[in-house]
């Protein structure tokens, strides 16, 4: 199988390379990313466990999905793909907020990303990929806030960054 590239950037979300997924991380090189947010009627979160035997943060939990962006794709459609892959079904997006992070793991790996958000709708249950997501679940805002407070352990290094910057950001309340 061939190792999925990921698509080096510098500050401003330009191209200037592409690389090996696995590589990039070990290297820890800006790379640009994505991050899906989907919302239900009663404006909660739908988020995802990942699976036991992913190679970082298993069992975690995190955002609706993430992932990376595929040479030619853009934002959107990426986003798309990987809510397929991952949770078995299609929602209208629109992006939000962008925004780089770094957070290094235990492994050795690092997340260096220019993480694009972008928010969906949807208000049924996802058919979850066993290979990519262990469990999942509906969750507000202010409920999820004050979790990551009490047992920040339970969530992925990312999605605790993201989190705070897409809480400030984005209140999905007023729409």
Known sequence: MIEEQVILVNENDEQIGLMGKMEAHKKALLHRAFSVFVFNDKKELMIQQRAMHKYHSPGLWANTCCSHQRDGESNIEAGKRRLQEEMGFVADLEESISFIYKAPFDNGLTEHEF??????????????????????????????????????????AWFKIIFQKFYEHINITEQ
């Open 115 to 156: 993480d694009h958000i972008m928010i969906g709708y949807f208000n049924d249950a996802p058919k979850i990929n066993p290979d990519e997501v262990a469990a999942w679940k509906w969750m507000a805002l202010d409920t999820i806030k004050a979790d990551m407070k009490l047992q920040p352990d339970l969530y992925t």
